[in-house]
């Protein structure tokens, strides 16, 4: 099923070509794959005081509000970049802030509350997804 997801998100951003930016492109194939993982999405591109999360989305079967930041990346050779390495302990300060804020600004005092990373590779017509749990700890 995963392949034939990856297929499809790869004719999509063909399609989308010029007119989506890397970052958009990743974030549109992001939350597709986390819809289909039965993740409830409750908004996009937040923003607070504090900086902005890519997705906020609810966790259907913990309730958990998940924190969402995505990474994008086109691989273009042998590249040994990760893109979750681009979240570095300045942008974890940042993003365990706005969770935080989000958590007070909408009574989330009581929920569980984590933050992931979704790292999302093109490479010629392929798009590969990687989904890191609970990936910016401090809380």
């Not at 802030?97 to 989330?108: E, K, P, T, V, Y």
């Amino acid at each position: 099923m995963l392949s034939a997801l990856a297929a499809r998100f790869a004719r999509r951003w063909k399609r989308a070509g010029a007119h989506h930016s890397v970052g958009t492109r990743g974030e549109i194939a992001a939350e597709k794959f986390l819809r289909v993982r039965g993740y409830k999405v409750l908004a996009r591109n937040a923003r607070t005081p504090r900086g902005e999360i890519d997705l906020v989305v609810e966790e259907r079967e913990s309730g958990s509000i998940v924190l969402v930041e995505v990474k994008s990346r086109v691989i273009k050779d042998d590249s040994a970049f990760r893109g979750e390495r681009a979240v570095n302990q300045a942008k974890r300060r940042r993003l365990l802030a706005i969770a935080q804020h989000l958590r007070r600004a909408n009574g989330w005092l009581d929920r569980p509350i984590r933050i992931d990373i979704i790292v999302v590779e093109f490479e010629d017509s392929d798009v590969r997804i990687r989904h890191l749990t609970d990936a910016v700890r401090g809380r």
